[in-house]
T-cell receptor, first 114, second 117 residues
Framework: GNSVTQMEGPVTLSEEAFLTINCTYTATGYPSLFWYVQYPGEGLQLLLKATKADDKGSNKGFEATYRKETTSFHLEKGSVQVSDSAVYFC?????????????FGRGTSLIVHP | EAGVAQSPRYKIIEKRQSVAFWCNPISGHATLYWYQQILGQGPKLLIQFQNNGVVDDSQLPKDRFSAERLKGVDSTLKIQPAKLEDSAVYLCASSLSELARVYNEQFFGPGTRLTVL
């Protein structure tokens, strides 16, 4: 079956530090890949997406590149802010098989200190 | 544009009681999803509707959970009877169409936090 594996959290950084949250996946073909963010007390919001190999998704200073060869979709940001503190979820939607069931990772909590 | 609406936001019940959650998706969105998010885990899909038909309910515990989307718009998810392990946040999401695969963004509601005592 499909699966998404994220690095364990929490990730604790100082403001303006560089962020990487690792995400690897298992799926057949070329799934669509997503990063969602969940702020405290809120629902998930789409942060960025990529739908084919070598695509780079970007939004609000965050980036992730779809790497088919390593089945990865790592999230990066050059300079984090306190307001980036949230839980980040990597997810995929499969490309084939007749079913488009989304699969989410367990989430990685990010804590940014001033 | 209005987002996905869910109610109630919080619910506390005792085990063996029944509970129902309501979701109104974004207008025009054909696909509706119900997820269960247990504390510390990612959302797990329970059921997916395309209009008023069920696309997938393979992870729905059908002995106690049921869901319907009678007119292809809003939806209800019911648990009867509830167990302690059902304590979780129940998220509803919608997307424009299951068939719009290249851009299949899901829009999530704020969720309903269920506590079963």
């Amino acid at each position: 079956g499909n699966s998404v594996t994220q690095m364990e959290g929490p990730v604790t950084l100082s403001e303006e530090a560089f962020l990487t949250i690792n995400c690897t996946y298992t799926a057949t073909g070329y799934p669509s890949l997503f990063w969602y963010v969940q702020y405290p007390g809120e629902g998930l919001q789409l942060l960025l997406k990529a739908t084919k190999a070598d695509d780079k998704g970007s939004n609000k200073g965050f980036e992730a590149t779809y790497r088919k060869e390593t089945t990865s979709f790592h999230l990066e940001k050059g300079s984090v802010q306190v307001s980036d503190s949230a839980v980040y979820f990597c997810a995929l939607i499969p490309a084939s098989g007749g079913s488009y069931i989304p699969t989410f990772g367990r989430g990685t909590s990010l804590i940014v200190h001033p | 544009e209005a987002g996905v609406a869910q109610s109630p936001r919080y619910k506390i019940i005792e085990k063996r009681q029944s509970v129902a959650f309501w979701c109104n998706p974004i207008s025009g969105h054909a696909t509706l999803y119900w997820y269960q998010q247990i504390l510390g885990q990612g959302p797990k899909l329970l059921i997916q509707f395309q209009n008023n038909g069920v696309v997938d309910d393979s992870q729905l515990p059908k002995d106690r959970f049921s869901a319907e989307r009678l007119k292809g718009v809003d939806s209800t998810l019911k648990i009867q009877p509830a167990k302690l392990e059902d304590s979780a946040v129940y998220l509803c999401a919608s997307s424009l169409s299951e068939l719009a695969r290249v851009y299949n963004e899901q829009f999530f509601g704020p969720g309903t936090r269920l506590t079963v005592l």
